[in-house]
């Protein structure tokens, strides 16, 4: 059933993983309302599903403290980002989750390489760590908004022809790096429509409780619509690899999007297969003294182990 289980969250991400070397445009080769044929009355139980599995795995990743997660999730604004971790993370633990959002840069952080910020929230052995934005954003926004550059104070060869190309590399290899030492790189591209992305700006206006999120700088990003979808076609094209693939997620339908994402992850926790360390001979010898001591001390008239009376199966395990 495992197996069973494995394959078919395998058969369903595949078709939004980004095949590594290939060249990509996201007008033209994803479609922003796919739903796999899926309905929306079947998702909160197909997402409860996928929580489950998160949560079963999250607590292996944690006791087997070999293994970390890096999450990256790129959108436009509205595209869902806050609300899919809210979701997905719905029921793990919080002690093995870290998420960081990352913002115009500090005067600290534009004193260091562009990655610096970035490898200060890594996930630690047997944790997952979200970046809501990421390291991504360094050829994205500043791809659209070069002046940025500018505030790196990069010099002069470093900001010059060939800046963007260069940092796909640089990227590359960093999460190389990071996958050669045992902590997984999975990166999602919540892809949101034009017409659904004006939709919920609008929703935001509309209600009150919503107004908060709504900013008026979002609607001068949305200006550079083109650039923008330019900037991502590049980037997946170009950092799309075996070690660490991209997966273009449609958006414009949230159920959807967040079911997706907990697949993606969930593949990517079994792939790495955590199992809970085992105990050798000498502690399960010690296991059994310190047993026997403690169901000495049961109260009479009650189990000397009320948990193994209650789950006759799970006695001596």
């Known amino acids: 059933m495992a197996d069973e289980r494995a394959r078919r969250i395998a058969d369903f991400v595949e078709p939004l993983r980004v095949e590594p070397g290939t060249r990509v445009r996201v007008d033209r080769d994803f479609d922003p309302r796919f739903k796999a044929g899926l309905k929306k009355r079947d998702s909160a139980e197909l997402l409860r599903s996928g929580v489950e599995l998160l949560a079963e795995y999250q607590e292996r990743l944690a006791a087997q403290d070999t293994y970390g997660v890096l999450l990256c999730l790129q959108a ?116 949101l429509s034009k017409e659904e992305q004006r939709t919920r700006f609008l929703k935001r206006l509309d209600l009150p409780e919503k107004n908060w999120k709504f900013s008026a700088a979002d609607v001068r990003e949305r200006r550079h619509w083109d650039e923008y979808q330019h900037a991502f076609s590049r980037m997946l094209s170009a950092t799309s690899t075996e070690w660490a693939p991209w997966y273009v997620v449609p958006a414009d339908r949230k159920w959807f999007a967040r079911i997706c994402t907990a697949a993606i992850l969930a593949h990517t926790l079994i792939g790495i297969d955590p199992h809970y360390p085992e105990v050798d001979g000498a502690a399960r010898r010690e296991l059994r003294a310190v047993r026997a001591e403690l169901e000495r001390e049961a109260p009479e008239g009650l189990p000397a182990d009320p948990y193994a009376a209650r789950h006759p199966k799970a006695a001596g395990a």
Request: with cysteine; aromatic share 10%; proline share 4%.
């Open 76 to 191: 436009l604004d509205a595209g869902g980002k806050d609300g899919t971790i809210r979701h997905v993370m719905s029921g793990v633990n919080p002690q093995g989750v870290r998420v960081s959002s990352f913002k115009v840069p500090s005067a600290e952080e534009l004193d260091h390489d562009y990655l610096w910020r970035y490898g200060m929230r890594l996930p630690g052995r047997g944790e997952i760590a979200l970046f809501n934005r990421s390291h991504y954003e360094e050829v994205l926004v500043v791809r659209v908004h070069p002046e940025l550059l500018l505030r790196q104070r990069l010099p002069e060869a470093a900001r010059g022809h060939g800046v963007w190309k260069r940092r796909y590399r640089e990227i590359n290899d960093w999460e190389r790096c990071l996958t050669d030492n045992g902590f997984k790189v999975v990166k999602i591209f919540l892809n």
